[in-house]
Structure formats: structure tokens, C-alpha cells
């Protein structure tokens, strides 16, 4: 989410809190209510868009969901309740930030704690009280059998950064704290932690339970204690080239010229990532799904607003220290950028990167966003760097283009998308589309994303709306500094949008030709689907056009039809579980 960091406290563990975050309010407030109101419901029908063959189109995109406040601060009653939730809307991954800051002792102390033994790459060396949340988290997602993706990220503890000032927990946090704590949360949710962090010896003669990095295979109890679930799936720190969550972006040279501007986040992001593969790696994940990038939608490019976020392009070329035209910076300009400033070192980039070449995916949230309001899925932005979902194929090329010139022989990287989303007025009364509109806008970015092969997973922020500030009233822009992008309203009911989550449908036009995207999200992971896409005219009637099974792992399906002319269109659908036929939305078709 393109936003900043708000701590709220939790219910469980001194210390502990929770992430809420909003787009750029200050900034977008006055312009944000010239939003998608005005783009009339036509216009969704009357996009055309080519479809690729069903062998181009994503054939096993994830469903993810990040909903941070209802998971961190939730008894385990109410998790329990949550997941379920979850679970039942068809949801395969529940991203969740593991906060250094908040697991970590004395996070805002200026001088780093003396950890107790065996130290600060073992999790037992840290309050058992702030790892509660995660226990309860991985523990629940067992049962419900959902799937997890532990984002490892900042604020870190003030210790962890260099001097005492307002940016304390983003400004160059220490890389080789950072490892220490993602060393930490590997081995805790390795699969052979105890629940209760005790360790049982074998019986005489045996060996004791491996702790902190531990060997795969090493000798467990006969008599195991109850463990903590594995963790297979992490990305690595939040929105690195946003300011809320890093800094500084760029380095204050005092630039007269956008050329003249030099990039600072991405050699520091380079160095967390370096820390999070070895740490990963130290405590057996290294073969884990590892993913980086997570950066957001947009940035800027103004020598006058060293502050301003840097576009995910330009922040992905400068990360592996290629310039615009992706051919490597030299010399100086490498220097004061850390990269490789001659022959040697350029051999050595990879080797010292391995993260940046071996990381399943980059990881991206692509919100349709800028400074003017909302945009439709297929907004592109003027400057090319900023990557909505419309644009995805420009990030893909430079990720590319980085392989290519580090002669990388790894697979090319697919995108995962793990933010995505549309904020609704209401209820926020200055900000957002119209709650009629949510669902078919993120059902056509999903198209989107479903007809793009290297698109690994589509994403939900949040399930439920965050709730208004306490302490303003009405229209001040200060109590809607929160998100409301949920499928449920704060008080949990339905909103019109979950019904497009549940059975998401997009339709393209040309002349009488329709092609038709929809998608059964809430049936098992391969099991074959049937459905029926239907047209009803003047009359009301409701008229067969085509019937399908559809072998899509996820549940989609993209297909043509010919409708006689203007009226509505829909998909039903034959739940696998009871044989009900359950419909979709209903389209206008010209």
C-alpha cells in the first residue's frame, strides 16, 4: 500500500502493534475526489482488449489477501473466526508483516539491548510475548489450511539505525541486525520450534533438539513436543522505494536537474535483501518461495523533492545498477551508488547478489492510483517508470533486461502481485469510487492480471475496512487517513464488491463479439468446474450462449461469445461441493 506506517496498539503483549496505511493523504486529498465516478459503467464494456490463447494466460494465479489489522491484534478466538472467513471466500495466502520493530526488545532505545543468550539470531533470545501474534497466525493458518507469506520488514527498532531522528526504523536500518532478526523468524517457524520454546532432550544417549540455524535432517526427540508450523513462503521488506518505509530514496546532493539526481534506497534495499537471503538461508528456507521487490505503484522524479517515492522501474533498474537504457553504470557514478565500478566487480555482482537472481518473483502492488484520483485498470501513467497493473509489461521488461545484462540463468522472474485494490466513498466521504464500482474495476484488473503468463498471483488489500481515527469528526481529511478497500464493511457486512471476489467477471466488446473472463474463486485448487455464461434481452429471459467445464487449477476461464444484441450477461456457475447453480454479476453488453 502506498502509504505510512501507523502504530496501534494490539490486545496481546506489551509493545506489540499492528500497520495501517494510506495513500499519499496529504498530497492526493484536494484531488482525489475527481475520481472514477464520472467514468460511466459503459466504459467498462466498451474497452476492447485482445485475449491471448488459453496457453498464454495465467494458468495458476494465487489469490492473496493482506488484512494486517485484523490478524496482528486478534485473540486467538477470533483469528480462529477470521480465517475461517478467509477460507470459505476462497483466499490461498494471507500475506502478514512480521514487524522488526515489533518483535523486537527495546525498539526505541537508541543503544542496541545486550540480547540474552544464545543471542539475537535465536528466537528464544526475544520477548515470547511478541512472537503470540505470529504463533497464533501460523497455528490457525494450519488448521484452516492457508496458505502464508511472512513479509519480513521494517520500521526497524530505533537501535538498528544510525543516529537519533524523526525517520528512527526506516532511515538505513543495519543490515546485519536485519539478518540477525530474520535468522530469528526462520528458525522459530521452521517446523521444529516448539510451541512453548522447550526442549526436550532424547532419552540417554540421544540428541537434543537443534535450535537457532538448524541442519535439515538433524536428529529430532522420539518424543517431540508440539511444533510451530513451517513458513514456506516470504517476501522481503515493504515498499522500499516508498519514503514511509525507507530512506533516504535519493541521496541529498542538492541536484539542480532530474539527471543530475542519484538514487540511495536501492543500495540499501540491495544490502536487506543480501541479509535476508543469508538469514533465510541460515535457518533452512533457502529453498523456500523468496520474494522481493514489494515495491508500490508510483513515484516521482523532482530535484526539488529529494523525498518523494521513486518510481518501481527506475527503483528495480537502479537495484541492480543499470541505467535507464539498462546498460551498467561505471566508474563514479557506480561508486556512489555501491555498485560495481569496474570489470571484477561486475563478475563478482552476482555471486554477491544471490538474492536478486534467485528470488522466485519480484513482488509488486499495482494500484491504479496518482495524484488526480482513481484510474480503470488499464490507465497508464505519463511517466512510464510508475507501474499500475495496467502497466505491468515495463516492469517484466526491465526485470528482464537486468537478467539478460548479468547474463542471470535463472528463470525469467515472474511478478507476484500482493497488493491490489480499490477504496470505496463511502465510507470514506472524500476519497475512493462508489461502492457499485469496486467489484467490477478490481474484477477487470484481475483480467488483466489473468491474461499476462508471468503474473503469479493477484492480490486483495484489505477484507475488512479499517475504521475512521478516533479523535476527528466528519469530513476531516485526518479521521480518513485509513483504508477502506475491504470486501466487508467495518462492522462485517457483505459490500456489493464481494461478490465479484467470490465469482469475478469482465466482459470486452466488438460489434456482437464478446469475450468473456470469469472466475469461481471459492472451489478447491484443480478441481474441474462447470459453467454456464448466459444473455438475457428485452424480454428478461434468460438464454444459454455457451456451456463449459473448466480445468483452469484456479478456476478461471476466458472465452468468446455472440450476443443478438444490447441487454445483460452472466455467468452461473455449478458448485462442486452441492450441485447448486450460483450466478455472477450481471454485465451490460451493446
Known sequence: MIGRPLTLPLAQGPGIS??????????????????????????????????????????????????DP?????????????????????????????????????????????????????????????W????????SARKHRLGLIFTLTGPSPAWATPGAHEREGIFRPSTRDFREFVTAVGTRYSGRYPVDDRFPQEPKGGTPIAIGPIEVGGTVPAEEAPRLPRVT????????????????????????????????????????VDAAWAGLSDSTHGEDLILIGETSARGAKRPSQLGDAMAPAEFTRELYCLKADLTPYAGRDARIRSCPADAAEQRAFRRLHPGLFKAAGFAHHPYS???????????????????PIGNLNHLLRTLDGAAAHWRSQEKPMPIWITEYGYQTRPPDPLAGVTLARQGPLSSWGEYLAYRNPRVASIAQFLAVDDGPVPGFSGRDPRRWIS????LYTEDRRPKPSLKDYLRPIHTSQRGRAVQVFGGYRQAATGVPLFAR??????????????????????????????????????????????????????????
Open 18 to 67: 499492528a500497520t495501517r496505511r494510506h495513500p499519499e493523504t496529504k498530497t492526493l486529498r484536494t484531488n482525489l475526489i475527481r475520481n472514477l465516478s464520472r467514468v460511466g459503467a459503459a466504459s467498462l464494456a466498451a474497452a476492447v482488449v485482445l485475449v491471448p490463447t488459453p496457453a498464454l494466460a495465467g494458468r495458476t494465479q494465487e489469490s492473496i489477501l493482506q488484512d
Open 70 to 130: 485484523q490478524v496482528l491484534g486478534a485473540s486467538a478466538s477470533r483469528l480462529d473466526e477470521y480465517m475461517g472467513l478467509l477460507k470459505s471466500i476462497g483466499v490461498d495466502r494471507l500475506r502478514v508483516s512480521v514487524l522488526w520493530s515489533n518483535i523486537a526488545p527495546a525498539r526505541d532505545s537508541q543503544v542496541k539491548p545486550a540480547f540474552p543468550a544464545p543471542g539475537p539470531a535465536f528466537p528464544q533470545s526475544y520477548p515470547s510475548n511478541a
Open 132 to 139: 503470540r501474534p505470529y504463533d497464533n497466525i501460523v497455528l
Open 233 to 272: 513462503a516470504w517476501s522481503v521488506w515493504t515498499e522500499p522505494n516508498y519514503p514511509s518505509w525507507l530512506r533516504p530514496i535519493w541521496l541529498e546532493n542538492n541536484p539542480r536537474r532530474a539527471r543530475d539526481m542519484v538514487a540511495a534506497a536501492p543500495h540499501h534495499y540491495r544490502g536487506l
Open 369 to 387: 492510483l496518482d495524484r488526480s484520483g482513481w484510474r480503470v485498470p488499464t490507465w497508464r501513467p505519463r511517466l512510464k517508470d510508475n507501474v
Open 483 to 486: 483504508w477502506q478497500s475491504g
Open 533 to 590: 455464461i448466459e444473455y438475457s434481452g428485452r424480454n428478461g429471459a434468460w438464454l444459454r450462449l455457451r456451456s463449459l467445464t473448466v480445468r483452469n487449477r484456479r478456476g478461471y476461464f476466458s472465452t468468446g461469445v455472440r450476443v443478438p444484441r444490447a441487454g445483460l450477461l452472466r455467468i452461473r456457475w455449478r458448485n462442486p461441493v452441492n450441485g447448486a447453480m450460483i450466478a455472477s454479476r450481471s454485465v451490460s453488453v451493446r
